[in-house]
């Protein structure tokens, strides 16, 4: 209650106008000590023997998160990581325990009814589709349910139809479409109300690759390129946290373990592997002398049709180890037909972070009092 008469007596924030990555005005969003418990279920015996106790678990745990205008980042993180908890406390649906979380310089608890208004969730489930209505009736009544009303409602739900390419389609009942088209549709719905902040959680899940593809370039060239939206989106895909997105933060059992470009979080905490292809005399040439160091063997692939071995080896370093790697070999008379960086996958990069910084274990806590 203190917190919460606390945060009533400070002056609301400004809103400042969207603008660039790093630009003037409050970031996108901003979390700092955010913690977040829930009481756990118990089975109905439990609950007859001991109705006054309570077992909790832990969804957010002290998370600190800083999202600038116009970036593009994702989270991380196995199922029960604290993803979906923390994009309820961005829209408003969950209110944090403890700590503070803003958008756009609006607060989460004060300021609820403008935060409502500058961010959009979207997320893969169907079911909150009317299927028995066209795609346009189901943004129309979204955007009822957003104060929408008349000339104005018809002009957004027109544009939000429009930016996902669907204004073709707007006629078609929902069930009919495609799984590709629906979640333009669940995107589209998310933007007729103009958000600056698009929250997604995993927006290619169940789409073939090239569905995939098209709904990541969308995002990519339309929602962030055109339309300057920040989105931070809940991902499993190695295509979206290395290709989409500027940033990732890792997420495991409630805590931030590490953020960053993806790529560098794959060098720092994953291995550096890369496949070298050599002739296949050069290959046994290289035996005999030995890889130069710090290279290390892990695996050698049979010769391809050409007389190509693909040697795989672990090189820490770098850019630069892997030109050390080839001039050696070429000192030796090695031939190096061509060398490719093996990026790890999201599995690898997740385990070498929680490996590297795990947090205690998240076992729930029993309490006495209601």
């Known amino acids: 209650m203190t917190g919460l008469l606390a945060r009533a007596a400070r002056p609301a924030p400004d809103l400042a106008e969207p603008a660039a990555v790093g630009g003037a005005g409050p970031p996108a969003v901003e979390m700092h000590g955010v913690s977040k418990r829930f009481a756990r279920r118990r089975p109905i015996g439990e609950a007859v023997r001991r109705p006054f106790a ?23 993180g196995p199922n029960g990581a604290g993803k ?15 700590g503070r979380a803003a958008v756009a ?5 004060d300021d609820a009814d403008e935060v409502r208004r500058i961010a959009a969730s979207a997320n893969p489930d169907e079911r909150s589709l009317y299927w ?38 707007g006629h078609q009942l929902v069930g009919k479409l495609s799984t590709g088209i629906r979640q333009r549709l669940l995107i589209a719905r998310a933007l007729v109300g103009r958000p600056s ?88 040439s290289m035996e005999r002398e030995g890889l130069p160091a710090p290279a290390h063997v892990l695996a050698v692939a049979a010769a391809d049709e050409a007389g190509w071995n693909r040697v795989r080896v672990r090189l820490p370093g770098g ?15 090695v031939a190096v037909g061509r060398v490719e960086a093996i990026r790890p996958t999201l599995a690898e990069l997740m385990a070498a972070v929680t490996a590297e910084g795990g947090p205690p274990p998240n076992a729930p806590r029993a309490s006495a009092h209601a």
């Open 54 to 76: 309570r077992e909790w678990t832990t969804a957010l745990d002290d998370v600190s998160l800083h999202v600038a205008r116009g970036e593009c980042v994702g989270l991380l």
């Open 84 to 98: 979906s908890t923390l994009f309820r406390v961005l829209t408003t649906l969950v209110l944090p325990d403890a």
């Open 105 to 109: 310089g609006a607060d989460v608890v």
């Open 132 to 169: 028995r209505l066209s795609a346009r009736e189901n943004v129309r009544l979204y955007a009822s349910l957003r104060g929408l009303a008349g000339a104005e409602r018809d002009a957004r739900v027109g544009e939000a139809l429009a930016v996902v390419g669907l204004e073709d389609a």
């Open 197 to 284: 902040v698009l929250l997604l959680d995993e927006p290619t899940r169940g789409l073939d690759p090239v569905a995939a593809e098209r709904v990541r370039a969308f995002l990519r060239e339309e929602v962030v390129g055109r339309r300057g939206c920040t989105v931070l989106l809940a991902t499993h895909t190695a295509e979206e946290a290395f290709d989409l997105c500027d940033r990732v933060v890792v997420l495991h059992r409630g805590r931030v373990l590490a953020e960053g470009p993806a790529r560098v979080l794959a060098r720092r905490h994953a291995e550096d592997r890369y496949d070298v292809w050599l002739r296949t005399d050069a290959w046994s």
């Open 319 to 333: 850019a630069d180890a892997v030109a050390a790697l080839v001039a050696r070999l070429g000192g030796l008379g």
